[in-house]
Nanobody
């Protein structure tokens, strides 16, 4: 079963930055599109950003020009740089392989996620 291990979250003040990491056990990692998702309290999990095997990226509107997704195929790792954080970015952040739209490729294999809390 594929595994995803997220890390890097924390408690920060508005305007600050964090860098999240996700290591995966996926074989042939470089061939997969990857994505970061988040789930805020009382809300459904949503797609935040995705990166294709070609490294083409896409972002949900609320994080454009603030977050940056990247990948290191040699380390089976996908990253999410979170800049200019806002209180509404508070959520548990997860990674997964990306299938289409808001749908992950391995929907039954979520990791534990990493908590990001933005508060003054």
């Amino acid at each position: 079963q594929v595994q995803f291990v997220e890390s890097g979250g924390g408690l920060v003040q508005p305007g600050e930055s964090l860098k999240l990491s996700c290591v995966t056990s996926l074989g042939a990692f470089s061939a997969y599109a990857m994505a970061w998702y988040r789930q805020a309290p009382g809300k459904q999990r949503e797609l935040v950003a995705n990166i294709a095997s070609s490294s083409v990226t896409a972002y949900t509107d609320s994080v454009k020009n603030r977050f940056i997704i990247s990948r290191d195929n040699a380390k089976n790792t996908v990253y999410l740089q979170l800049n200019s954080l806002k209180p509404e970015d508070t959520a548990v952040y997860y990674c997964n392989a990306h299938f289409s739209g808001n749908t992950p490729l391995f929907g039954s294999s979520w990791g534990q996620g990493t908590q990001v809390t933005v508060s003054s």
